[in-house]
Structures are given as structure tokens and as C-alpha cells.
């Protein structure tokens, strides 16, 4: 064993063990296929997707996620220490599955102005967070300027910490509002690069719900459509910024709608990572790029441009499944998904996106003991300690949602999990100094 290999505990994990207690355990022999295709590090098809939702073997699909995670990231359990800021809930949309939004004469409307966003981002750099989510409503007022006018106020205050803001939805009508819509992707990409010059990072994953134009007529209408969403994130990986990708299910949509939606991103990743996959020698099953891992063999931080000598690319780089939560949105006569539906789906997402590295399962919208279990069904990420977050209440939550990072560590250790504090791009955290509020990334080695 290499000395690399022997400092990895991602490396000791004997795949092959699993995949023969898999073979002999399992209680629906339709699954065998899909089995032999997991193991081989093979593509999953639509009806193998349609397969691992219809089995009752609900064991069975989640040990098969758990053998891909681990195939990947062995016993590790990542997770971060953030803050969302959700700057204003005033949006000019009405969708119904969301209980954030507000007309800006409504009850509840807020705004957070630039000094109160930078108190926040020192206090949350003070208390040694690496990230800021940062994102909001599509607001009707608010000129471009103003989110630049963000971005370097809070870069300037707490340097070190890593931007990831606006999604995708975000980013269109900041196209607009800079009077650049007209301009198509040259527009995107000129607001993409002034957002990158400003201090954004890399984009979250929001918005993207379900790539469907039924669902999205009946849930989210007046949103962008799957192939803008896509846009944004492709033009964002271009110019280097890494992104996430969201799944919004367990509402109007139906499963296979669901397969599409992931269908549709793993098509988009593939496109991504071509040129990455070339130059890192990892075959390809036509225009597939499987990702089996280990670490070395998947990207990592970001990507050297393909095209570009001394240029970044970037990539998806964790799909969030998102179960739905009606209440107090316009589809609050919907049950919403059950925990059954949520581990399944989850360990769905981690088996059909070969091509993304990670799974996040967002404990704030999972609930931290099912983020805990979906660690063992495909999940490798728990997102961070967050502390306020207002576009989902669960359960009654206030808007002060916040876990420690023991307790993260806690729930990753007592699953028999090795907790890693990550950046937003992947690189460990280590800590120093007396009070372990400083922090710095360690590049990968080998990409
Ligand atoms: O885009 C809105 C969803 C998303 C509801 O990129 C709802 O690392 C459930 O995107 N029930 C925002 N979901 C959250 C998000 C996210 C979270 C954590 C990490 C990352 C990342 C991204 O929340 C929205 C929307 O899809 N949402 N309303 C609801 N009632």
C-alpha cells in the first residue's frame, strides 16, 4: 500500500465482500441485473430507476447506494461550517409549493440592507464559518448594482470565507435587472463574470425542482424551465465556478418524472466532465462518465479547463434531494413524501447520478436523525451548522435552525462514519490555533 493510500481511510473498504452479501441477501430477484451492473461500475437505465422504486427490497436499493458512496468516499462523512443568509423573501413569483415568498406590501416582507448582511458574514466568520449561502427572493426593486455592492462588501469584511450564492432563477433575473436579458448567453456570462469579480464562489443548487414542463406549470410556474436552469450552471461551469444541483420532489410530480429530472442532469454532467474524464484516462461507455471512485479518480476541488491552459472549469458537484414540505404553501393539502420515500429517493439519486460526486442529504429539510441514516443509503454529506434558515420551517422550526458541529460529528460517528470538515468545494478544513476558529483548505493532491 502506498503511503497516499495508507493515510486515506476512503481506502479500506472491500467493495467485493459487499457486493456478494448484496447477491445473497436480497428479496427481489429483479434486482440481480442491477446488482451485477453496480458492481461492475456499469450505468443504471431508466428501468432499472423504475425497478428500485417499484421493489419492496428497499434494503437492497439502499445497500447498493451505500456500496456506490463508499466506492467513492469510503467511511468518510462530510460536512461544512456555514451560514445561510436568505436576504429577502420579497419575490416577484408565486409558486405554490413555497411558504417563503411575500408580495412586498405583505405581512412578514423583509430585506436585509448590505450593513446588516456584512454583520452577519463577520459574525459568522468570527465564529469559523467557511461558507455563506447566500440567496432570496427574485426582488422587483433591487437594482444589479446592489447585489454587486453585496458581494464586495461582504469579500472586503470577512475575506476568507467562500461565497456560494444566487441560484439559477437568481441569476436570470439579475440578467434582467442589469439590463442584459436581451443579450442572451453573452448577457449570462457577462453577469456571471461581474457576480465572480464582485466574490461569488459557486452557485447552490436551488431552483432546479423537478425538469418537467407539466410540474413546473403547476408548481412553479413563472420560473425559469429546465433547459435555462441548465443554462446558467453550464455557463457557470465554464467560467470556473463549481455549482450543486437540487431535486423539489414528493409534491404534483410524479417517480418517473423524478427519473427524468436526474436523467436530465446526469446528460448535462457527462457533457462536463468529458474532457476531464480524457485526460484522467477513465473510460467511457459512450458518452458516459461513471464516476467508481476512489477519491483520486473523481473531480475534486475544481477542474483545469479543458480547452484553456491555466484556466478553471467547473462542475456538478452534489445532487441535494429536497423533500417536500406543504405546510404553509399553496399545496398544503398534500401529505408530502414519508421517510420511507425520502431514503429511497435519496439512495435513487446516488445510483442514477453516477456522474456526481456527491449526496448531500440537507438535514435541516431531512431532519438530522434521517440525514443520519441516509448516511448509510448513499449519502456523503450533511451540508453545515447553517443557524438561520427561512424558506423551510419543519415541523414548527423557527427560523434559528442551527446544529453544532459536535453534533454533526456525533451523528456521522454513532452510523460508524469518519466526520470530515469540508470547504463549499470539497478541499478538507483543517483547524488551528487556540480556539479553532482558523481554518485552512488543503488542495487535493491529485485530481
Ligand atoms: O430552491 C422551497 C426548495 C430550495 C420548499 O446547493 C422547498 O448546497 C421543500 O436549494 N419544501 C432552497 N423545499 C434550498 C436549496 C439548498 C439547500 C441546501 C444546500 C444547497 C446547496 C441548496 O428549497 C428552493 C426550493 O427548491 N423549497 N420551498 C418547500 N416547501
Known amino acids: 500500500m502506498t503511503p497516499a493510500a495508507a493515510a486515506d481511510p476512503a481506502r479500506h473498504t472491500a467493495p467485493s465482500a459487499t457486493v456478494k452479501s448484496l447477491r445473497t441477501r436480497l428479496r427481489d430477484p429483479r434486482l440481480r441485473p442491477v446488482v451485477e ?42 460536512y461544512n461550517v456555514n451560514r445561510h443568509i436568505n436576504y429577502s423573501n420579497v419575490c416577484a413569483l408565486r409558486c405554490s409549493f413555497c411558504a417563503f415568498r411575500r408580495r412586498r406590501d405583505e405581512e412578514g416582507a423583509y430585506e436585509m440592507d448590505i450593513p446588516r448582511i456584512v454583520e452577519e458574514a463577520v459574525r459568522s466568520a468570527d465564529a469559523g464559518a467557511t461558507e455563506l449561502h447566500i440567496v432570496g427572493g427574485l426582488h422587483p426593486y433591487l437594482p444589479f448594482d446592489h447585489y454587486l455592492g453585496m458581494l464586495r462588501a461582504i469579500r472586503e469584511a470577512a475575506p476568507q470565507v467562500h461565497l456560494k450564492a444566487f441560484t439559477a432563477v437568481e441569476i436570470v433575473h439579475l440578467q434582467r435587472v442589469s439590463k442584459r436579458g436581451r443579450e442572451g448567453e453573452a448577457g449570462l456570462r457577462a453577469v456571471l463574470e461581474d457576480l465572480r469579480a464582485a466574490g461569488l464562489g459557486s452557485l447552490p443548487g436551488g ?59 446526469r446528460r448535462e454532467q457527462d457533457r462536463t ?17 461513471v464516476l467508481t471512485g476512489p477519491a483520486e479518480r473523481h473531480p475534486r476541488a475544481r477542474l483545469p479547463h479543458p480547452g484553456a491552459a491555466g484556466l478553471d472549469g467547473g462542475y456538478f458537484q452534489t445532487i441535494i434531494p429536497l423533500p417536500f414540505f406543504p405546510d404553509g404553501s399553496d399545496l398544503g393539502h398534500l401529505p408530502g413524501p414519508s421517510g420511507l420515500e425520502n431514503l429511497r429517493t435519496l439512495a435513487i439519486c446516488r445510483l442514477m447520478l453516477d456522474n456526481v460526486p456527491h449526496v448531500k442529504s440537507f438535514w ?14 448513499g449519502a456523503d454529506d450533511l451540508d453545515g451548522t447553517v443557524v438561520w434558515y427561512d424558506i423551510t420551517h419543519v415541523g414548527g422550526a423557527s427560523t434559528h435552525q442551527e446544529v453544532g458541529v459536535d453534533d454533526l460529528r456525533r451523528a456521522a460517528r454513532e452510523g460508524g462514519f469518519i466526520p470530515v470538515e469540508r470547504d463549499t468545494i470539497y478541499r478538507r478544513v483543517e483547524r488551528f490555533g487556540p480556539t479553532g476558529r482558523d481554518w485552512r483548505s488543503i488542495e487535493p493532491t491529485a485530481s
Open 207 to 265: 431552483g432546479a425542482e423537478v425538469f418537467d414542463d407539466r410540474v413546473h406549470d403547476a408548481a412553479f410556474k413563472g420560473k425559469i424551465r429546465a433547459e435555462q436552469w441548465l443554462e446558467v450552471h453550464r455557463v457557470a461551469h465554464e467560467i470556473g465556478l463549481n455549482s450543486n444541483a437540487t431535486m423539489l420532489y414528493g409534491h404534483v410530480e410524479t417517480r418517473e418524472d423524478r427519473l427524468t429530472h436526474l436523467e436530465v442532469l
Open 364 to 377: 435541516i429539510m431531512q431532519t438530522l436523525p434521517m440525514a443520519q441514516l441516509q448516511l448509510a443509503a
Open 273 to 289: 466532465l468529458a474532457g476531464w474524464a480524457a485526460a484522467q484516462g477513465i473510460a467511457r461507455d459512450g458518452d458516459a462518465v
Open 37 to 78: 451492473k453496480v458492481a461492475e461500475g456499469r450505468r443504471l437505465l431508466r428501468e432499472d430507476g423504475r425497478l428500485l422504486y417499484e421493489t419492496t427490497d428497499l434494503h437492497a436499493v439502499c445497500g447498493l447506494a451505500d456500496l456506490v458512496r463508499r466506492r467513492l468516499h469510503g467511511d468518510l462523512a462530510f
